[in-house]
């Protein structure tokens, strides 16, 4: 069961890592309906009629800088469940992968306030004098994310230990 998990697992990252991408490009081709999903998810009074393609650009540029930290993270724990879904549970390589998704994973929600302050900042920038924005949101899904990447964090030191306890034990056979 835990290997059918993890291969699961690993193939809906590898789907990911496939179709966000495609997705970018996708939305980067389409720079109309990228600026039509940023109006629909923001949630801002965004003047939006004073938003320039200039400025659409420059957000599709800093949501990919920003998902693909994500995606770097996920390929990460594609490579760890990829392990697993092969038996291989306690060895050096999957403990730093899932380190390194830990990692990522807490950078990704650091960077999301980061992320949504850059955002509204650039989006809001043709606005009249006063009327300009800065807004930064830190909410639940931030302090979630955080603690699964600290969830993974100790979950990588546990396969170090694991490991060292059954090489350990192999030695006395």
């Known amino acids: 069961m835990t290997r059918r ?22 939305y980067l081709a389409d720079l109309a309906a990228f600026a039509k999903l940023a109006r629909v998810s923001i949630g801002l009074p965004i003047q939006w009629q004073t938003v320039t393609q200039a400025q659409v ?10 998902v693909s930290i994500g995606l770097a993270g996920l390929h990460y724990l594609r490579r760890a469940f990829a392990h697993f879904a092969q038996g291989e ?10 380190r ?4 990522l994973l807490l950078i990704h929600a650091l960077a999301s306030p980061l992320h949504f302050a850059l955002s509204s900042v650039l989006l ?11 807004s930064i ?36 056979i």
């Open 5 to 26: 998990l993890s291969l699961l697992i690993s193939w809906a990252a590898t789907a990911l890592l496939v179709l966000v991408p495609l997705a970018a490009i996708y």
């Open 57 to 66: 650009l420059a957000l599709w540029t800093l949501t990919a800088l920003y």
């Open 89 to 98: 549970l306690f060895n050096s390589a999957n403990s730093r992968d899932l």
């Open 100 to 103: 390194r998704f830990a990692i």
């Open 124 to 134: 809001s920038l043709n606005h009249p004098a006063g009327q300009k924005m800065l």
């Open 137 to 172: 949101a830190f909410g639940s899904n931030e302090l979630k994310a955080i603690g699964v990447a600290l969830v993974f964090w100790v979950m990588s030191n546990l396969l170090v230990e694991g490991g060292r306890l059954q090489t350990e034990n192999q030695q006395f």
